[in-house]
Each structure stands twice: as C-alpha cells, then as structure tokens.
C-alpha cells in the first residue's frame, strides 16, 4: 500500500466518522502515520499483527481536525516545493506532508533541515 492509497482511506474514514480502521502495513506509511499522530490529526496508531496496522481518530463535539486533507502530488505529476516557498507555509495554518532526502517529515522540520521537497498531501 502507498501512501496516495491510505490519504484516500482516511479521508473516507473521516467523512463517516468512523472511531477506527484497520489498513494494510508497510514501511512507508508508518512515518507518515508518526506525523498524523505528532500533529493531532490523529489519536494514535498500533500494530494489529505484522500485516495490519490500526488507526485511531480522536472527534471532539463530532469534528475532527481533519478538515480538508488534500492529495497533490500524484503518480503522474508529481509537486515539488523549494526550501524558499516553505517559509509561505510556515505562517498559515495548513501543515505539508514532505517526501525529502532526510525521509517523510512535516514543513517545519523541512524549513529545521533547509530542504524541500516532493509534497504528499497538504491538511487544513
């Protein structure tokens, strides 16, 4: 599973306010996962089995934090963002999700590490 696969997921998930899902494990989603988690986009994730990961979402008053969870680059065009357009960024509210040398990290620890990048998804 790729992560274009799992933002799909999600962002059904989100739509039916489902408490919980269960999707297909790999090494790539799981730093994508740990930075979901580290921002609050969700409550949290675990290993069901060497094969299935859960994700856990956390709804307060029946929102949640996801609002718009935007998929940009796709397999057919991809969306690359210099180091100089991430300070845009910064002052907003929005969080990018970066595909970079240094790994899957958010923009602020690409604006840390003076990189850009491929984006993934952009959460509003």
């Known amino acids: 599973m790729n992560i274009t696969d799992l933002i799909t997921i999600i962002r059904n998930a ?7 899902i269960i999707v297909p494990s790999s090494r790539k989603i799981n730093p994508f996962l740990e930075i979901l988690c580290e921002e609050g986009y969700i409550a949290g994730y675990t290993k069901v089995s060497s094969l299935k990961t859960a994700i856990f979402f956390n709804y307060t008053y029946k929102k949640n934090k996801i609002l718009v969870f935007k998929e940009n680059s796709k397999p057919s ?3 690359y963002i210099s180091y100089q357009d991430l300070w845009k960024f910064n002052k907003s509210l929005s969080t990018l999700i970066l ?10 620890t690409a604006l840390i590490h003076s990189c850009g990048g491929k984006i993934l998804c952009i959460l509003v």
């Open 14 to 20: 989100v739509k039916t306010n489902k408490n919980k």
């Open 99 to 108: 595909t970079t040398s240094y790994g899957v990290i958010n923009h602020r």
């Open 77 to 79: 065009k991809s969306i």
